[in-house]
């Protein structure tokens, strides 16, 4: 199986898009940092509330949302944790992040990830479907080896992809936060549980980063299950790439149905549970890693069996 995925990797490496794809990641991160850092040089400069303010007039916000009827015990649970480390800043004037820092845009990296995503499908919906469009599974499945190993290879292949765009990315944020914006002031405060503490913002950027990943996994193996089961890698980067952007979106349209609960991209992005803000209310961590179980079963089984019935002429 080693030598699968060694030889898929390869392959993966060796087309000239994919380096395309991680120099423009790369180059997205560099211009939007240098951008804000343009703006915030340029912006009006005259406009300079204190942490203190914003930190009551967030407290005040968040007061008057508790107040709102039908909120879930994870809502509520989520504005007691964000009251009390608000009540904890002003009683101990522990500043929060600047915005405009190194810190902070690590910490807001999750918040890119989408754009691993959109790499990470065109590269998990051609990945199959590209070999058979050019002729070259012919050669592949025509080996001493199992089909299921082949298929594995090219899944583990991916997700290897998208955990290494994901590690480009916070380095990238990193560096280009460095540069444009230097190392800012402030304190990042979380909730233990039981208390209020400091945190380390690249740890917590890296929890972030991590339920974040649910949604990558998720959507790519929905583009992989796409370019198993279609000849065509450009229908199949289409597919996912058009139900990527109107996913979530579909999720308004439905928070009214009950069928909300059980729809993919309800529960597709974890980090939900962790900043509190809900695409639908009355959920919990335990039904979406549930619900998402249940989709990457479905997907799965569903590529191999087409894999493992596909005609190897054709």
Same mark, same amino acid.
């Given at each position: ?24 990641? %790369? ?6 940092? /240098? &951008? ?19 930190? #009551?007039? =967030? ?8 107040? =709102? ?6 809502? &509520?649970?989520? *504005? =007691? ?12 004037? +522990? ?7 190194? #810190? #902070? ?13 959109? !790499?990470?499908? +065109? ?12 002729? $070259? ?30 590690? &480009? ?11 444009? !914006? ?7 405060? $979380? ?11 690249? !740890? ?14 998720? &959507? ?26 109107? /996913? ?6 439905? #928070?009214? *149905?009950?069928?909300?609960?059980? *729809? ?15 695409? %639908? ?8 890693? !549930?619900?998402?179980?249940? *989709? ?16 190897? $002429?054709?």
């Amino acid at each position: 199986m080693l030598k699968l995925i060694q030889n898929e990797w390869m392959k993966l490496w060796n087309k000239k898009i994919t380096w395309i794809m991680v120099i423009l990641l %790369v180059f997205i991160v560099f211009a939007g940092l /240098g &951008i804000t850092k343009w703006m915030n040089s340029t912006g009006n400069q005259d406009i300079d509330e204190s942490w203190q303010e914003n930190t #009551q007039a =967030e407290l005040a916000s968040i007061n008057l949302m508790m107040e =709102e009827p039908g909120l879930s015990e994870t809502q &509520i649970d989520n *504005y =007691e944790e964000q009251i009390a480390i608000a009540e904890h800043r002003l009683e101990n004037d +522990i500043a929060p992040l600047e915005y405009a820092s190194m #810190q #902070q845009q690590v910490l807001d990296t999750h918040m890119m990830m989408s754009l691993v995503t959109l !790499l990470t499908v +065109i590269v998990a919906a051609s990945i199959v479907a590209a070999e058979f469009s050019q002729g $070259t599974i012919k050669m592949l499945l025509t080996r001493p080896v199992k089909r299921w190993k082949i298929l594995t290879s090219k899944y583990i292949t991916v997700l290897l992809f998208a955990v290494l765009l994901t590690v &480009i990315l916070l380095i990238s944020t990193a560096l280009a936060g460095l540069i444009f !914006l230097g190392i800012g002031e402030g304190t990042l405060l $979380t909730w233990t549980g039981t208390e209020v503490a400091e945190a380390s913002f690249w !740890l917590e950027a890296l929890k972030l980063a991590a339920l974040k990943f649910s949604s990558i996994w998720m &959507i790519s193996t929905f583009a992989f299950m796409l370019g198993t089961v279609f000849r065509s890698s450009s229908l199949a980067i289409g597919l996912s790439i058009f139900l990527m952007f109107t /996913g979530v979106q579909a999720v308004f349209f439905l #928070q009214n *149905y009950e069928i909300v609960k059980y *729809y993919l991209f309800t529960h597709t992005d974890l980090t939900q549970f962790y900043t509190g803000n809900f695409l %639908v209310p009355d959920i919990t961590i335990s039904m979406s890693l !549930l619900v998402l179980a249940i *989709y990457f079963l479905v997907f799965m089984a569903i590529s191999y069996w087409t894999f493992g019935k596909r005609d190897v $002429t054709a």
